[in-house]
């Protein structure tokens, strides 16, 4: 009597489909708290803030405050929503359903390239949301330079979504935005997004180069204001989405890995 081996073939791409992404994209919208930090929030603050009679007529940059203040609360929103969608994960842990992934062939750079890229899509939402708003409200940018701020303001975010995954691991909550949430408020003052560099002084100023903020800030504005570093800002933005990437890869196998 022969014993037979069994081999088990992996699935392509490690298992990242978007037959898979389509599930879990249903998955997130269905979650109240998610539309309302990713789509409400946003272009809510931008009419609170960044509306007012002085900033339509004052100039910054190519454009006016109000679209200056419209590139920020784009980021803003990007970075709320990207998060959102990667600390999703701290949901499906309690849940149960990182226990249901050990029984499957995914694997860890798969999983964090489906919520990465679930986590763009909804930062994607958030981003044309908060720019149709200043469409109707007073912004005034150049077209193509309107288009390539929302776009750095997109692409960028991907920072946040690999830092949402990151803690989604880290905060086993499911009140986990309700914890980030202030913390990305925190890191927007102290990267420079919501208050000029130059209004932090030269020590916070120097500190606010070292948070994961101030790059996109940097690299979304930069179409209109053509100012600042964009070496740092690409480093800064690079450097921290390898960080945050590795964390969540590292804490997915860890998570999996327990019996």
């Keep these: 009597m022969t014993a037979t081996t069994v081999h088990r073939s992996l699935p392509r791409y490690g298992g990242f489909t978007l037959g898979m992404i389509a599930l879990e994209l249903r998955r997130l919208i269905r979650n109240k708290r998610t539309v309302v930090f990713s789509v409400v929030m946003p272009p809510a603050f931008f009419l609170l803030f960044g509306t007012s009679a002085d900033y339509r007529t004052e100039r910054a940059g190519d454009g006016n405050v109000t679209g200056y203040v419209l590139i920020s609360m784009a980021v803003y929103g990007a970075m709320l929503a990207t998060t959102s969608g990667g600390a999703m994960v701290s949901i499906e842990r309690a849940a149960g359903w ?18 990465l890229t679930l986590a763009m899509i909804i930062g994607l939402v958030s981003v044309l949301v908060v720019n149709v708003t200043g469409l109707f409200f007073g912004a ?10 929302a776009a750095l303001a997109w692409v960028c975010a991907l920072v946040f979504a690999a830092f949402g995954l990151f803690m ?55 179409p209109v204001t053509h100012s600042g570093h964009l070496w740092q800002a690409v480093l800064n933005v690079i450097a921290w989405t390898l960080v945050f990437s590795a964390g969540a890869m590292w804490r997915f196998r860890r998570d999996t890995a327990r019996v």
């Design 98 to 115: 990182s226990r249901q992934l050990r029984l499957t062939p995914l694997t860890p750079a798969a999983y964090v390239a489906v919520k």
């Design 140 to 149: 005034d940018l150049p077209t193509g330079e309107w288009i390539g701020c």
């Design 168 to 222: 989604g691991y880290l905060l086993p909550s499911e009140n986990v935005m309700q914890i980030l949430s202030p913390a990305l408020a925190l890191l927007s003052f102290a990267g420079g997004l919501f208050v000029p560099l130059d209004a932090l002084g030269h020590t916070f100023a120097t500190i606010a180069k070292f948070t994961p903020v101030y790059g996109v800030g940097e690299l979304a504005r930069y």
